[in-house]
């Protein structure tokens, strides 16, 4: 999946403001705006916890085909997102320095059976999850975590891409 293609399945339509066209070889890093949009949403979650919960409850709702992939009990996987989102978000600024965790963490999600049709149900519930836990997002923050969210999972795809010996298309 492009990033077009992912900013289009987020954003439900070809020609929406808030889906930029990035299919280079290099996905663009988000601007500063972006980050700052989405370090400002984010500070205004109350519970971590609470958003994994309602995350995962909307996923499984969009997906039901991805339960399997996903440990019977959800309880350490919720910690392991809502950390790993703490870290990402705060790292932004730098994300030369977590290019290659993000990148191991792509090809780690090959051996869970993740595809890349999941990218954009996974992105589609994070920021469900966002609206609901904050409140609301503003429309300049949804656009912002679909940049973000649509530049790591692309980092990730490409890092899946080029370690799988046979890529699918
Ligand atoms: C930007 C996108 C994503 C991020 C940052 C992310 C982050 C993580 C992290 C930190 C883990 C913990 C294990 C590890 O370190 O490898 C994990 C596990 C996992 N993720 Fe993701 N993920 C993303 C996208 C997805 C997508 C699209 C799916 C598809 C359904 C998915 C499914 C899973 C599964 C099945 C596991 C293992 C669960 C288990 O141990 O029970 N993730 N993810």
Request: hydrophobic share 45%.
């Amino acid at each position: 999946m492009t990033y077009r293609e992912m900013a289009v399945a987020l954003c439900g339509g070809a020609d929406t403001p808030c889906a930029p066209a990035q299919d280079g070889n290099e996905p663009a890093l988000p601007t500063s705006e972006a980050v700052y949009r989405v370090k400002r949403s984010f500070a205004r979650v109350a519970q971590a916890e609470a958003l994994t919960a309602r995350f995962y409850d909307r996923l499984f709702a969009l997906r039901p085909d991805v339960r399997p992939l996903f440990a019977s009990s959800l309880a350490d996987q919720q910690h392991k997102l809502a950390s790993t989102l703490a870290v990402v978000v705060g790292g932004l600024d730098d994300f030369e320095a977590l290019r290659g965790a993000v990148s191991a963490l792509g090809r780690g999600h090959v051996a869970y059976g993740v595809s890349e049709a999941h990218y954009a149900a996974v992105g589609a519930a994070l920021i469900w999850s966002l609206e609901a836990e904050t409140g609301s997002l503003l429309p300049e923050e949804r656009e912002a975590w679909i940049e973000v969210y649509g530049f790591l999972s692309t980092v990730m795809m490409r890092a899946a891409r080029s370690a799988a010996p046979n890529p699918t298309p």
